[in-house]
C-alpha cells in the first residue's frame, strides 16, 4: 500500500474514517461515499468541517467532518444526504480511496472489465482495480440479467458491504476462521453462506451490531451515512495514513487559535466557528472548552485552519516531580531538595504557581519546608516548568466553600472551596461548628452545606453553617406536640429544642414495619434517643429511633388492672409479676386509629397478653397485641397452626381457625397459596385466641396515571392494566426517601408501592433517567445520560440489569450504544432496568392539540401515521429546543417511543 508523503501523516488507526470520504470525490458529478451515504454532487465542490446542513446531529455526523476536513468528503450545494442509498460501483470506490491505493489505477488507457460486468466510465478503473485486489470475486460479481440495473448502479446491501470491508481492511483470514458459525442475529438463515464469515468478523471487531430486533437485514440497502460509519469503525483495523492530519500535544489554546507540539516543532492552527471537536471514543460533539492544555489532540485542516479536532488521549501529557522547597535563587530558579540530593529548576514568566487549593499565588509566597509538585513538559529539549503547586504547607485563612465530607474517626473534613478544588483538614478539640449560633457537633454537619471556614496553623479552627441543605441533630425525645406538628428533644450539648414537624415525617424504629409518629416515645427523663433530619428550614423531615432507655415487657400477661388507682397488675413472658401505673401520658395502642384510656381499660381483663415499656413503674406505652409481624416460616395446615419470625428472631407458633387471606391484586386465597418467607402479618381474634386474618406484604412497580389530592387516591398503570390505590395510611416518599404528599405525585411518575394485605403502607417515587446515552464504561458499570432538561447525568449500574432493546433482554452492558434513547430505573427487586426506547423515521405531516396527537406521511396504506405526544416530549434541531408548531409539512423527523409515546422528536 501506498502511504502519504506528508511529513506530519499519522496512523490511520487515529483518522482513517476520514480517508473514507475520499470516495466522494467524483468528477462523473455522483458522489461516491461509504458506510452509510452517498449523494450526488458537483466534483467541483469541496465540503468543509461544518458545511453539510442536513447532517447536523446525524449519529453519522463525527465521521462525515473528519471526511470534510480530510478534502475527501464532497457536497452538492452544502448538503450531504445522508439517507441516499450507495450503489455497488461507489462503495468499492470507497474502498479503494480508503486502501490509499487510488495512484495504482491505470488511467491511461481504457480499463475493460471482464464479461457481464457492468460499471459506468468513472468508476470503471477502480472496479479493476478492486478485482486486481482481490477485493471482488469476477465469478461471483455478474450482472443480474433479470433486471435493468446494471451490476455497477445496484446497490449495495448490507451483507456485501460487509464482505468489501473485511476485505478491504486485510481480515479474510478471519472472516475464514468463521465461516461456519451462525451469528445470533434471529435472520440468520437469510444471510448468504459465503458471506457469513464476513459478517462474523464484522461483528467481532465491532464494525457492525445488526439492526432493531436483533436482525442483521443482510439484503437491505446501505445508506451513506452509514457506509460512512463502517468504514470509519473499520478503520481502527488498518495502518494506511493520511497527508493534513497532525497528531501532537495541546501547549496553547486560546478561543480562536491551538497550538500542537508535533514532532518536535510547533504548529499553529486557526480555530473557526465551523471547527468540529470531538472526542475519539464518542461521537458526540464537544465544545472548546471540553479540550485541556497538554492533553493529545488530532487536528485535520489546511493551511493552518483546524476544520476538524479530536481529542484522542485526554490525559496530560506532563512529568510530575514531587519535592521539597527550600528556597529561590535570583535568575528564577527554584531550590528543591530530597533526602540525599539538592537540586533547582528554572521557571519562566508563563510557569504558573497555586497554592494546595488550586489558587493562583507568587513564587515568593511559598514557605520553606513546603511539598510542592512541579509539572513540567517532556517533549521538548527545554522541559518548560507548566505548573509549580504546593501539596502541603503552612496555612492560615478564612474562606468560604461547600461541605464535602465528615470522617468522625479520623477527625477529617473535605471542603470544595471557590475555586472547585477538594482541600482537607483535621480538627481538634478546640474546633467550633455552628449554625445560626447554635452549636454543632460534626455527626450533626450535612454535606453540601455553604459555609465559611478558619484554619490556622493547617487545623480547621471553625465553620459556621452559612445555608444548611440537610443537617442531622441527635438528641431525646421530650415531647411530641397534640397537634402532631411539634417535636421537642434534649440536645446532646444540653437544652430543649423545639423543631417543626413536616406533615408525614418518615419515622424509623428498629423491630417496627411502617413505624407512624404514635410509635414514639417521649418522656421528659427517658424518652427514646433520636436522630433527626432537618431540611434547609428546619423542618423535621425524618426521625431514626437509635435506641430506647426504658425497659420492654413483651408478651406479658395481664393479670388484673383497678380503675381507681391505675394499677396494671402484669406478669411477663417468664412468669415474674410487675405492678405498673397507667397515666394520662401511656401511649396506648390497641386495634383503633383513635386509643383512649377508657378504650383500653376495657381491654385489660385477665389473660390479655399485652406489650409493656416502663420505666420506674410508670408505663410509657400499653400495647395491646392484637398482630404479628414477621416472616412466615412453618405452615401445619393439618393440626392448623402458623408459624412467623418476629424481629429479634423469636419464632411465634398461633393457631387459626376460619381464616382470611389478603395479598394485594388478588382474590380468594387459601392457606395453599402461602409460602414459606412471605412477609405477613397475624391479625388475631378479640379473645387473642387464634389468627384470624393473615396479611401478605408485597410490593409492586406502577407508573402514576391520575392523582385525586381530595380522596388521596391515585390510578396507576402496570402491564396487567389499570387500578386505584387509596393512600390513607401510606407514608408517601420521593426517590432521596424525603416524605412528601399525595398530591404531589405527577402523571408518569414510576412509583413502588409497599402493601400489607389490602393496605397501602408506602408509596416511594423511583427515579427516571431518559435520555441520549453519551458513553458507556462497560468496564466500571457507569453510563452517562444527556437527559430530556438539557443536563447530564451518570448512572451507575450495581447489581443485576436488565437491558430491553425491543423484545431482546441482555444482562450485560455491551448491548448499550452510543446515541441510544433509554429510560433506566430499578425494579421492585433492585434490577437496573434499561429500556432502549425504540424510534421511526418519518415525514411530518400535521399536529392536532387536541387530542394531543402528531401525524406523518404514510409510505404505504396500512402503515401507522398518528402517534400520542407526550406533553413533555423534547423536540429539538441539534441541540436546539423547538415547538412542535416549528415543524413544517414534509420535515425528515425522528420519532422515539416509550411506551407507544412520542418523548422525542429529532428534526433531521
Do not use: C
Not at 801 to 807: H, P
Request: charge should be neutral; avoid cysteine; glycine fraction near 6%.
Amino acid at each position: 500500500m501506498m502511504q502519504s508523503k506528508s511529513s506530519h501523516s499519522i496512523s490511520s488507526k487515529k483518522v482513517v474514517s476520514a480517508m473514507l470520504a475520499s470516495i466522494v470525490a467524483l468528477s462523473s458529478g455522483s458522489i461516491v461515499f461509504g458506510d452509510e451515504s452517498t449523494p450526488v454532487v458537483s466534483s467541483t465542490v469541496a465540503a468543509s468541517s461544518g458545511s453539510f446542513s442536513d447532517v447536523k446531529s446525524n449519529y453519522a455526523e463525527k465521521h462525515i467532518y473528519k471526511l470534510a476536513a480530510q478534502g475527501i468528503l464532497l457536497g452538492d450545494k452544502g448538503l450531504f444526504r445522508p439517507n441516499d442509498y450507495v450503489t455497488q460501483q461507489e462503495a468499492v470506490t470507497m474502498a479503494i480511496r480508503f486502501m490509499n491505493i487510488q495512484d495504482q489505477i491505470n488511467t491511461n488507457s481504457d480499463v475493460v472489465l471482464p464479461a457481464n460486468f457492468t460499471a459506468n466510465s468513472y468508476f470503471k478503473p477502480f472496479v479493476a482495480l478492486a478485482l486486481k485486489q482481490n477485493l471482488l470475486d469476477k465469478t461471483v460479481e455478474t450482472d443480474d440479467t433479470t433486471t435493468k440495473t446494471t451490476w455497477g448502479e445496484k446497490r449495495a446491501s448490507r451483507e456485501w458491504i460487509t464482505e468489501l470491508l473485511v476485505k478491504a481492511i486485510g481480515k479474510d483470514s478471519e472472516a475464514v476462521a468463521l465461516a461456519n458459525n451462525a451469528t445470533t442475529f434471529v435472520d440468520n438463515s437469510k444471510i448468504s453462506s459465503s458471506k457469513l464469515g464476513y459478517v462474523n468478523a464484522a461483528i467481532t471487531m465491532g464494525i457492525t451490531n445488526g439492526i432493531e430486533g436483533n436482525r442483521f437485514d443482510p439484503q437491505g440497502s446501505v445508506t451513506r451515512a452509514q457506509l460512512a460509519t463502517f468504514f470509519s469503525r473499520g478503520g481502527a483495523f488498518s495502518d494506511v495514513q493520511y497527508a493534513n492530519a497532525a497528531e501532537g500535544i495541546v501547549t496553547g489554546l486560546t478561543d480562536n487559535s491551538i497550538s500542537l507540539y508535533v514532532n518536535g516543532s510547533v504548529r499553529n492552527f486557526t480555530l473557526e466557528n465551523t471547527t468540529a471537536f470531538y472526542t475519539k471514543t464518542l461521537d458526540t460533539k464537544i465544545s472548546l472548552s471540553d479540550l485541556k492544555l497538554y492533553s493529545k489532540v488530532m487536528i485535520v485542516g489546511d493551511n493552518g485552519k483546524a476544520s476538524y479536532v479530536e481529542v484522542t488521549d485526554p490525559t496530560e501529557q506532563l512529568e510530575s516531580i514531587e519535592t521539597t522547597f527550600e528556597r529561590l535563587f535570583p535568575g528564577n530558579s527554584l531550590g528543591v531538595s530530597t533526602n540525599t540530593s539538592f537540586e533547582s529548576f528554572v521557571y519562566n514568566s508563563n510557569t504558573v504557581f497555586l497554592d494546595e487549593n488550586g489558587l493562583v499565588i507568587k513564587p515568593e509566597a511559598i514557605t520553606a519546608g513546603s511539598q510542592i509538585i512541579i509539572k513540567r513538559e517532556n517533549f521538548t529539549e527545554n522541559k518548560n516548568l507548566i505548573v509549580v503547586q504546593v501539596k502541603t504547607g503552612v496555612v492560615n485563612k478564612t474562606a468560604s466553600g461547600t461541605l464535602e465530607s465528615v470522617d468522625p474517626t479520623n477527625k477529617l473534613i473535605g471542603i470544595k472551596n471557590i475555586a472547585g478544588t477538594i482541600e482537607t483538614y483535621s480538627w481538634d478539640d478546640f474546633s467550633r461548628f455552628s449554625y445560626q449560633n447554635e452549636i454543632l457537633i460534626p455527626s450533626e454537619l450535612s454535606l453540601g452545606s455553604v459555609i465559611t471556614y478558619e484554619i490556622g496553623n493547617n487545623i480547621l479552627r471553625s465553620i459556621v453553617v452559612t445555608e444548611a441543605v440537610e443537617r442531622k441533630v441527635r438528641g431525646t425525645l421530650y415531647e411530641i406536640g397534640s397537634s402532631g406538628t411539634t417535636l421537642t428533644y434534649t440536645k446532646e450539648t444540653g437544652g430543649l429544642e423545639v423543631q417543626m414537624l413536616s406533615e408525614k415525617p418518615e419515622i424509623v424504629i428498629s423491630g417496627i414495619d411502617e413505624p407512624l409518629l404514635a410509635d414514639l416515645l417521649a418522656d421528659r427523663t427517658s424518652g427514646d434517643k433520636v436522630e433527626l433530619t432537618l431540611d434547609s428550614k428546619e423542618v423535621v423531615t425524618k426521625v431514626v429511633v437509635l435506641s430506647r432507655q426504658m425497659e420492654q415487657k413483651p408478651g406479658s400477661a395481664v393479670v388484673s388492672y383497678d380503675k381507681k388507682t391505675k394499677l396494671l397488675t402484669l406478669q411477663d413472658a417468664k412468669g415474674n409479676p410487675l405492678v405498673v401505673t397507667l397515666d394520662s401520658t401511656t401511649k396506648l395502642t390497641y386495634n383503633t386509629t383513635t386509643p383512649t384510656l377508657t378504650g383500653m381499660e376495657a381491654l385489660l381483663t385477665n389473660g390479655r397478653v399485652v406489650n409493656l415499656t416502663y420505666i420506674s413503674n410508670r408505663a410509657l406505652s400499653l400495647d395491646v397485641v392484637y398482630k404479628y409481624d414477621g416472616t412466615l416460616t412453618a405452615l401445619d395446615t393439618i393440626a392448623r397452626k402458623v408459624t412467623i419470625k418476629v424481629a429479634g428472631g423469636q419464632s411465634i407458633t398461633l393457631p387459626y381457625g376460619t381464616i382470611s387471606i389478603e395479598k394485594y391484586g388478588k382474590g380468594y386465597l387459601n392457606m395453599l397459596d402461602l409460602s414459606i418467607g412471605n412477609e405477613v402479618s397475624l391479625v388475631l381474634s378479640d379473645d387473642q385466641a387464634i389468627v384470624q386474618r393473615i396479611l401478605v406484604k408485597s410490593v409492586a412497580q406502577y407508573v402514576v396515571d391520575t392523582v385525586n389530592s381530595t380522596s388521596n387516591f391515585i390510578t396507576v398503570k402496570s402491564g396487567i392494566g389499570s387500578t386505584t390505590i387509596y393512600l390513607n395510611y401510606a407514608n408517601v416518599i420521593n426517590d432521596t426517601g424525603q416524605a412528601i404528599k399525595a398530591s404531589d405525585l405527577k402523571a408518569g411518575q414510576v412509583i413502588n408501592v409497599h402493601f400489607m394485605g389490602n393496605t397501602a403502607k408506602t408509596a416511594q417515587l423511583i427515579k427516571l433517567i431518559t435520555g441520549e446515552v453519551v458513553s458507556v464504561d462497560t468496564a466500571n458499570g457507569n453510563i452517562t445520560v444527556k437527559n430530556y432538561s438539557g443536563g447530564t447525568e451518570v448512572y451507575k449500574v450495581e447489581g443485576a440489569l436488565k437491558l430491553l432493546r425491543t423484545g431482546s433482554v441482555s444482562t450485560v452492558l455491551n448491548g448499550l450504544l452510543v446515541g441510544d434513547r433509554v429510560e433506566i430505573r430499578k425494579d421492585v427487586d433492585g434490577t437496573t432496568n434499561i429500556n432502549v426506547l425504540s424510534s421511526l423515521n418519518h415525514t411530518y405531516w400535521k399536529y392536532t392539540s387536541s387530542p394531543n396527537e402528531l401525524f406523518v406521511k404514510r409510505k404505504y396504506s396500512d402503515e401507522k401515521y398518528r402517534f400520542v405526544l407526550s406533553p413533555t416530549a423534547y423536540i429539538h434541531q441539534g441541540d436546539t429546543t423547538l415547538p412542535v408548531q416549528s415543524l413544517k409539512e414534509n420535515d425528515n423527523i425522528v420519532l422515539y417511543f416509550n411506551n407507544d409515546v412520542i418523548v422525542e422528536i429529532q428534526k433531521q
